[in-house]
Each structure stands twice: as C-alpha cells, then as structure tokens.
C-alpha cells in the first residue's frame, strides 16, 4: 500500500493452486491478517487494509465469497457447507445455495458473479419471490418456488391440519436423501400455536409438492409416501 506501507498483499502459487496473503507490519514483523484464493473489496475492509490495496477483485469461488461474506457480517462461517441448489438458464451469473451446519437451520444465499468474482448478494432462512426479484434475480430462479413457498402456499391452499396457519414461519431442510436427492424433509417453526412441525416435500413436475407433515414422523410414515430408507425418521 502506497498510503500505507504496513500493508500488502502478497500471493503464493504452488501448481495451479494460488494463494493471497494479507500482511500488516506489527512491532517490527509482518503478521498474516487474512489468507484464501482471493481476497475480496469487503474482507479487505473489514480486516482495515488501506484502500488503495483493493483494485479490482481478486477471483473469488462462491465458498470464499461466503467466507468473506461472514467475516464482514461478524459471524464464524467454520462449520459450514455449501450446496449450490439452483444456476439460472437466463444468466448464469446467478445461482442459489444452501449453507448448512449441523444444529442449525438451513440458510439460503444468493450469489452473484460480477467479472469474474462470485459475491454473496443476501443470505436469509428464506426468501419470497417478490425479496429475490428485488434483489435482481432472473426469472428462472423465482420459480419453480422454494420449499418454503411450497410449504407456504400449501398452507394456504387449505390442506394443513386444522388451526395451522401460513404467518410467522422460519423454515430449515432438515434431511435430504442422498439416494434420491428429490426427497427432504424440511423443519418449520411458527410463532404460534403450530410451535415445530416437519414437512416431507418431493420434487416433482418441476416444483417442490408437500406430500405429508406433523409434529414427528414415523418410519412407518416415511416408507408409504416412498421416501428412501436413507432419511432417518
């Protein structure tokens, strides 16, 4: 850095691998701040880096978008996984993911990639189709919905056990089968009288359908809808 010298970025490359090394100058000996395959404008910042060392982004996978993401937000992003769920057909610039880690509730990320870098654009429990359009989101991603607009207009169409209604939900994917990713189970918590209740969904015909819910679910329950024995119940 040229408005500060006890900053810089250094790179190391071993292969194709490459690596970028953020030092800061500390009592007389350069201390490593941060390190990854690249090196974004906002984890800069958040580390204090001097501006003039930003330029133009360092290429950035979707994982150390998220990493980066966290470390500006303040949370620890160890822990967790990525699956990317969705790439838009219209630009695949866009994709959704989910990032899990175990204990927790599920959450979705919308990233984007500008030039050649992936940037995280929001992360949330859920998003509607009117938050992701907001957001610039092509069309292809807002439908088919999500499982929590599934679960939502499922609610809403009549079919939920009586008293259960559509407002206050947060939902998590719970479990998803690895023989036969088209089965989840999904964990819903309302602010209200419904409290926690799981939802088995199957992917089909091009969206998410609602095939049986409850406060458990039995084996028993689980193997007369066809969801693979993988899916602990």
Not at 59 to 66: G, L
Not at 86 to 99: F, I
Not at 137 to 153: C, F, K, R
């Amino acid at each position: 850095s040229e408005k500060d010298p006890s900053w810089k970025v250094d790179s190391a490359t071993r292969g194709s691998t490459i690596l970028y090394f953020l030092f800061h100058l500390e009592s007389g000996n350069w201390v490593i701040k941060d390190e990854g395959s690249a090196l974004t404008r906002a984890e800069l910042n958040f580390k204090g880096a001097p501006s003039d060392l930003y330029g133009e982004p360092l290429p950035a996978t979707q994982w150390q978008a998220f990493v980066s993401y966290a470390k500006s937000k303040g949370f620890d992003s160890t822990g967790f996984s990525l699956l990317i769920t969705r790439v838009s057909t219209l630009d695949p610039s866009w994709e959704l993911a989910v990032a899990r880690k175990s204990g927790q509730l599920d959450q979705t990320v919308v990233f984007h990639k500008v030039n050649t870098s992936w940037t995280v654009v929001a992360i949330a429990q859920s998003f509607t189709s009117d938050q992701l359009e907001s957001l610039g989101v092509p069309s292809d991603l807002l439908y088919p919905p999500t499982e929590s607009q599934a679960i939502t207009s499922w609610i809403q169409s009549g079919s939920a056990p009586p008293g259960v209604t559509a407002d206050s939900w947060t939902f998590g994917v719970a479990e998803v089968s690895r023989s036969d990713p088209s089965w989840e189970i999904v964990k819903g918590v309302q602010q209200g009288p419904a409290g926690t209740m799981y939802f088995v969904l199957h992917w089909e015909n091009d969206a998410w359908a609602v095939k049986d819910t409850g406060g458990e679910l039995t084996r028993q329950d689980l193997n007369a809808l066809g969801m693979p024995g993988d899916i602990p119940y």
